[in-house]
T-cell receptor
Framework: QKEVEQDPGPLSVPEGAIVSLNCTYS??????FMWYRQYSRKGPELLMYTYSSGNKEDGRFTAQVDKSSKYISLFIRDSQPSDSATYLC??????????????WGLGTSLAVNP | DTEVTQTPKHLVMGMTNKKSLKCEQH?????MYWYKQKAKKPPELMFVYSYEKLSINESVPSRFSPECPNSSLLNLHLHALQPEDSALYLC???????????????FGQGTRLTVV
């Protein structure tokens, strides 16, 4: 079993839809949870960063962490064609030394259709 | 300036060539990273420099040689590569202090490397 599981999709939604992207993980020691967006032929861009459990909101994006279920989510409200990209979750045990190494999901390919 | 700049954007090299990838940031970040990314895969960590010292080497073959000349620059020297080394090579940087800042917050656009 991989440490981080993420459905690669592809996921196709109409413009304006609410998008839900998810990752599950097996290592209960993970404390730092990130979502990155990667457009085709570009480097990843950090979207959301969460420490431990709870929700975090930034504009149309909401990140949720449920440590009891080992499950994290990214919600995109009012999705736009410009949101079409690959979304990667990443997590780490700590923030120093080898504990800061990011463990990545495979990424979910999202297409938002006008 | 909130950018990590990588050069060149594309590189084609033969298996006997020596080439270098360059990465530059002027955000005052003290941690810099090299990643390798294959198509439809997540980035794989190769090296981490913290305060210009190599702190993590993920058992990368010696044909890849990193160098950090100063806090703004990171190089990756390539020699005797194999076709399977063809990939997108990404540089990233982070502030390197504290809890919320110790994440690879900024990635460059990458160098798309093809080994022939």
């Amino acid at each position: 079993q991989k440490e981080v599981e993420q459905d690669p999709g592809p996921l196709s939604v109409p413009e304006g839809a609410i998008v839900s992207l998810n990752c599950t993980y097996s290592n209960s020691a993970f404390q730092y949870f990130m979502w990155y967006r990667q457009y085709s032929r570009k480097g990843p861009e950090l979207l959301m960063y969460t420490y431990s459990s709870g929700n975090k909101e930034d504009g149309r994006f909401t990140a949720q962490v449920d440590k009891s279920s080992k499950y994290i989510s990214l919600f995109i409200r009012d999705s736009q064609p410009s949101d079409s990209a690959t979304y990667l979750c990443a997590m780490s045990v700590g923030n120093a030394g080898n504990n800061r190494k990011l463990i990545w999901g495979l990424g979910t390919s999202l297409a938002v259709n006008p | 300036d909130t950018e990590v700049t990588q050069t060149p954007k594309h590189l084609v090299m033969g298996m006997t060539n020596k080439k270098s990838l360059k990465c530059e940031q002027h955000m005052g970040h003290r941690a810099m990273y090299w990643y390798k990314q294959k198509a439809k895969k997540p980035p794989e960590l190769m090296f981490v420099y913290s305060y210009e010292k190599l702190s993590i080497n993920e058992s990368v073959p010696s044909r890849f040689s990193p160098e950090c000349p100063n806090s703004s620059l990171l190089n990756l020297h390539l020699h005797a590569l194999q076709p399977e080394d063809s990939a997108l090579y990404l540089c990233a940087s982070s502030q390197g202090h504290g809890i919320s800042r110790n994440t690879e917050a900024f990635f460059g656009q990458g160098t798309r490397l093809t080994v022939v």
